[in-house]
């Protein structure tokens, strides 16, 4: 396939991205150069988020991670290569079984942004907020498994499950002020901009279409921070941003990996790269409710024409030539509880062109094929601007065209892809990252229930897997009833795994420094999936 080989000179890419990532691979997040407290650090991220309420819909999931963990934090921490850290807790929860109770005990020093202090209430309220069927509330799991709970003073606070929990450190991973939102309107309070908060950062402003800005927090409890300021701008554009980048007119940016970034970026004196690779998966999501796409036989029929194997050599590869099609959303393959369940899906074009001729589908004039009177033809939604996710597309259409199948792009900007389109299911065929790795993630996305799930896919025999697992605290159970559901959904081909996809920032080092990219998610439905601005408290300028 020509495409393969056709952008941006492969050879010359590969090796700009394998030394860049070498460099990542090995550097500290201390830099040689002294730290100066204060000043702005400019930041560009791709998505701008459709709202700061982070927990309604609109807010977006990576929109809200570029955001929220810089004015909000929570009960644990979850630094790379660490279990969670007790944060707003002083020490780890306390655990009962039968009955299942989760108890906090509160740090006596954390206080809001307006200096009151955070107490049982407000974690009494943040519950209360959630459940209350008056508000919009992107995700209510776990917290409708609570059936009660008793303020045991200030600064403990004690919550009471109908069944155990085997997530429970990723809940509450952000609280509500009490003193400042009782009584509001929830669904509009913090759209435009929070007020009281508890991060290093606190809102200042935001120009919509353009950036929003944060500055310290004056009454932060923890360490830090050290910047007086961060302004993130959004730059959807792979080219806007390497001008950027070039002229200095940023500091830093959570680019995807992709060709014309890495390669550029490889020839910026004092551009340096922190990354770390994680569970997050590019992948091929379906809109069942799509003719044609409703039939079991013609998803597997597009998965089984995709060269998984020839997408990853061309777009993982240069960062690690070992790199294979991602096989599990749960487990990498060094896990003892790895199994390769979605293999059923690897590339074999003939079993995908028999496979649809033995359901009846006969291809017309142009060699699509068309099952009964439906013509397979559909529309591919993912990121406009995004060179990998670009090439991605052409590379997937030139492969699905030899089996007989027709893909067109239906590209968007991110705000729309994933503000409005996403939610609204307005799509039949979409392309992007996520990292739905565990039960609680994946039926969010794909749970018969979820009020997010827009797919159209519902599986009873897969959602009692995954509620089994989410009480299932012995490790070993619970990956192996996780096993059992991927097993299923890789049966009804839910979705497509293509890649994992390494996190990383680029910044310059002889401007700011402090970045430690974490790969872990935690767990909330809003700022959920990898973050960059987990310890936003230790970035600093360079003298």
């Known amino acids: 396939m020509n495409i393969l080989d056709s952008r941006l000179g492969r050879g010359l890419f590969k090796l700009a991205l394998t030394s860049l990532f070498l460099v990542a691979a090995g550097l500290s997040p201390a830099a040689a150069q002294s730290a100066a407290e204060g000043g702005t650090m400019v930041f560009a991220h791709e998505q701008e988020p ?4 982070i927990l309604h819909p609109s807010a977006g999931g990576g929109a ?41 005990t509160i740090r006596d020093d954390a206080v809001w942004n307006d200096g009151t202090p955070i107490t049982a209430a407000d974690y009494a309220f943040t519950y209360e907020t959630i459940v209350n069927p008056d508000w919009t509330i992107a995700n209510r799991r776990p917290y409708d498994l609570i059936t009660g709970y008793e303020i045991i003073s200030d600064k403990v606070i004690r919550f009471d499950f109908s069944q155990p929990y085997a997530y429970y450190q990723q809940m509450f991973p952000l609280l509500l002020p009490k003193h ?35 500055v310290k927090n004056e009454h932060y409890w923890a360490d830090g921070p050290k910047l007086d300021r961060i302004v993130i701008r959004f730059v959807p554009e ?61 998803r597997q029929a597009i998965g089984m024409g995709i060269d998984r194997v020839a997408l990853v050599e061309n777009l993982m590869g240069p960062i690690d030539p070992e790199a294979k099609p991602t096989q599990s959303l749960f487990f990498e393959p060094t896990s003892p509880y790895y199994k390769p369940n979605f293999s059923s899906l690897d590339y074999d074009p003939a079993g995908a062109i028999a496979l649809l001729e033995q359901n009846g589908c006969v291809r017309g004039a142009d060699t699509v094929f068309e099952c009964d009177g439906v013509r397979l033809e559909f529309g591919y939604l993912s990121t406009s601007g995004n060179e990998r996710r670009e090439l991605t597309f052409e590379i997937v259409q030139s492969f699905l065209a030899e089996v007989g199948i027709k893909v067109n792009a239906d590209f968007a900007p991110a705000a729309i892809q994933f503000g409005t389109r996403l939610p609204e299911g307005d799509f039949q065929i979409i392309s992007h990252g996520g990292p739905y790795n565990d039960a609680k993630e994946i039926l969010t996305v794909y749970g018969c229930d979820s009020p997010t799930n827009t797919t159209g896919y519902c599986n009873p025999e897969a959602d009692k897997l995954a509620n089994q697992a989410l009480q299932t605290p012995d490790a070993a159970a619970r990956a192996e009833l996780m096993n059992q559901y991927e097993a299923i959904i890789a049966k009804d081909v839910a979705l497509i795994p293509y890649f994992g996809l ?37 970035f600093h300028r360079v003298q």
């Open 180 to 214: 400042d939102l009782e009584g509001k309107d929830w669904d509009t309070a913090w759209r435009d901009g929070p007020g009281v908060t508890n991060g290093a950062f606190k809102f200042e402003a935001w120009q919509k279409g353009q950036q929003i800005s944060f």
């Open 238 to 298: 792979t080219n806007t941003l390497l001008e950027l980048l070039r002229s200095g007119e940023i500091d830093a940016s959570d680019p995807q990996p992709q060709p014309q970034i890495i390669s550029a970026v490889a020839g910026l004196d004092g551009m340096k790269v922190n990354a770390r690779s994680g569970l997050v998966t590019e992948f091929m999501r379906f809109n069942l409710k799509t003719p044609g796409l409703d039939k079991a036989f013609v």
């Open 50 to 53: 459709g709202s700061l309420n």
């Open 64 to 104: 809200a991670s570029a955001t929220g963990g810089l004015f909000n934090v929570g009960t644990y921490r979850f630094p790379p290569g660490s279990d969670p850290v007790p944060f707003i807790i002083s020490k780890e929860a306390e655990i009962t079984n039968d009955p299942f109770t989760v108890t906090y």
């Open 502 to 538: 390494p996190r990383m920032v680029v910044y310059n080092s002889k401007r700011v420094e402090g970045f430690n990219v974490s790969p872990a998610q935690d767990g909330s439905v809003s700022i959920g999936g990898w973050y960059w601005n987990w310890n936003s408290h230790e």
